[in-house]
């Protein structure tokens, strides 16, 4: 009897001892993010979210090695949604600010966009630096870096929308003089769009620089995704995803 209770002791030994070298399951989280502004995030006709920032975090993902559910969102209020624990992260073109960093956490960079003006062909030569917006009205999506900065340093009528390719469709439709709004994405939409007969004019008049938001309240995740990052980073598939939604490989 002795014998048959060891034997069943040692037998449960290895039992817990398999268990507690079992591998854990992957965190999972949830992420945020406004899928309207092309190539960053956008819904195609199948009703998935793509672009440069859904393949982005997908990428990190696989690297760190945890899980998450995307999930589309308005971008007014997607900090507040952050900050209550709604989200865990939030990728969504979000530019680094002071302001924001005071209720959210910022991964590292991962991409650089400053703002830019978008006028119709015609225009170009009228309109060549936000010097010369005032009097005008220029198109914005409400609630970006664009907006504030326009509404801050320039004496046009800053027009308000709620994706940025309504501000493009304004312009070409000639209801805003301009749109401004961060260059890489406005170049993207140009280059997709030649039927709107508008293009970009003078240079970046802004330092921006995009990272992933992060609830203060998950620093494990943070962590994750900034490891996650550098080895994309390291490895050449960041330069392929640049290449992919921007046609040309990352430069800062």
């Known amino acids: 009897m ?11 030994v ?3 001892g398999f268990a507690s070298c079992a591998k854990k399951p992957a965190p999972a989280y949830k992420i945020g993010t406004n899928a309207e502004y092309p190539p960053l995030e956008a819904v195609d006709q199948a009703g998935k979210i793509v672009g440069f920032d859904p393949d ?4 990190i993902a696989q690297k760190a090695g945890f899980k998450y559910e995307l999930v589309n969102t308005r971008w007014d209020g997607i900090f507040v949604a952050l900050q209550s624990g709604e989200f865990d992260a939030v990728i969504s073109a979000a530019t680094i600010t002071d302001e924001r960093r005071q209720t959210v956490d910022f991964s590292d960079p991962y991409l650089s966009a400053g703002q830019m003006l978008a006028v119709r062909m ?17 198109g914005v999506q409400l609630g970006t870096t664009g ?9 046009a009528e800053v027009v308000r929308y709620d994706e940025i390719t309504l501000a493009f469709q304004a312009l070409a439709n000639k209801d805003v003089d ?3 709004n961060d260059g890489p994405t406005s170049g993207a939409i140009v280059m997709a769009n030649p039927q709107m007969n508008v293009t970009l004019v003078g240079e970046t008049f802004t330092e921006e620089l995009y990272g992933i938001a992060v609830n203060k309240g998950k620093p494990e995740l943070l962590q994750a995704i900034n490891k996650g990052l550098a080895a994309v ?6 330069d392929k995803l640049h290449q992919k939604w921007f046609g040309t490989k990352y430069t800062q």
């Open 147 to 155: 907006d504030i900065w326009a509404s801050e340093n320039t004496k």
């Open 178 to 180: 301009a749109v401004l």
């Open 2 to 12: 002795l014998r048959k209770k060891l034997y069943l002791l040692m037998i449960l």
């Open 122 to 138: 015609d225009d170009k030569d009228k309109i060549k630096s936000p010097a010369d917006l005032a009097g005008k009205k220029v």
């Open 233 to 238: 980073k390291a490895d050449g598939t960041y």
């Open 14 to 16: 290895v039992i817990l």
């Open 56 to 59: 982005l975090i997908a990428a």
